[in-house]
């Protein structure tokens, strides 16, 4: 069965200070693979998404980027976080599930709640 | 005009009540539509998915699209308090190809079910 998993579950960075969240899947191959931003109260913002290893789209201009240096492996960066960077982040995939295709389905992991202060 | 309309509730009623949740859509293209249940803190799983019109039942739950008035539901027979729960709505352009499909979310309608 496919899994994905995200570390740390939980952080609390200062103002100005590097970040690196990393997301990994399990049990599927080359997967389309996103990462969503969900502030308190609100809905999920894509931030980025990526179809193979080292080809990245981003959806909103801001101070975050991400890279996929493996298949199953999306990290989600900063070199300076801003106090606007909180938030809950998810990352997803879709793509291969149980031998069928689901491109249209995204499948979450269970995030990483950063506050910034 | 938000491409997704969710009433963010709180909404709450008492356990074995029908619930009903709703989203509104102005982009006539999507074509595929889902359910995410999100638990506090926790990462959302999706409840159903459909790309059709009509209903499309499940255990307790039934989801409904209605595409001539671009309008989609979820309801929830016999509600447990088990289901207290944030509930999003997605969709997007159906893709019959391999590709990052982007999905439009609604803000989510938080609901609790009281014993």
């Known amino acids: 069965s496919q899994t994905i998993h995200q570390w740390p579950a939980t952080l609390v960075q200062p103002v100005g200070s590097p970040l690196s969240l990393e997301c990994t899947v399990e049990?599927?191959?080359?997967?389309?693979l996103y990462w969503y931003r969900q502030a308190a109260g609100r809905g999920l913002q894509l931030l980025f998404y990526?179809?193979?290893?080292?080809?990245i789209s981003s959806e909103v201009p801001q101070n975050l980027s991400a890279s996929r240096p493996q298949d199953r492996q999306f990290i989600l960066s900063s070199k300076k976080l801003l106090l606007s960077d909180s938030g809950f982040y998810l990352c997803?995939?879709?793509?291969?599930?149980?031998?069928?295709?689901?491109?249209?389905?995204?499948?979450f992991g269970p995030g990483t709640r950063l506050t910034v202060l | 005009q938000k491409e997704v309309e969710q009433d963010p509730g709180p909404l709450s009623v008492p356990e074995g009540a029908i619930v009903s949740l709703n989203c509104t859509y102005s982009?006539?293209?999507?074509?595929?539509f889902m359910w995410y249940r999100q638990y506090s803190r926790k990462g959302p799983e999706l409840l159903m998915y459909?790309?059709?019109?009509g209903n499309k039942e499940d255990g307790r739950f039934t989801a409904q699209v209605d595409k001539s008035s671009k309008y989609i539901s979820l309801f929830i027979r016999d509600s447990q308090p088990s289901d207290s729960a944030t509930y999003l709505c997605a969709m997007s352009v159906l893709s019959l190809i391999q590709g990052a499909q982007k999905l439009v979310f609604g803000q989510g309608t938080r609901l609790t079910i009281n014993p």
């Open positions: 459909t790309y059709s019109s």
């Open positions: 990526s179809v193979g290893i080292g080809q």
């Open positions: 997803a995939w879709s793509g291969i599930k149980q031998g069928a295709s689901s491109y249209n389905e995204q499948f």
């Open positions: 049990g599927t191959s080359n997967p389309n």
């Open positions: 982009n006539s293209a999507f074509q595929y």
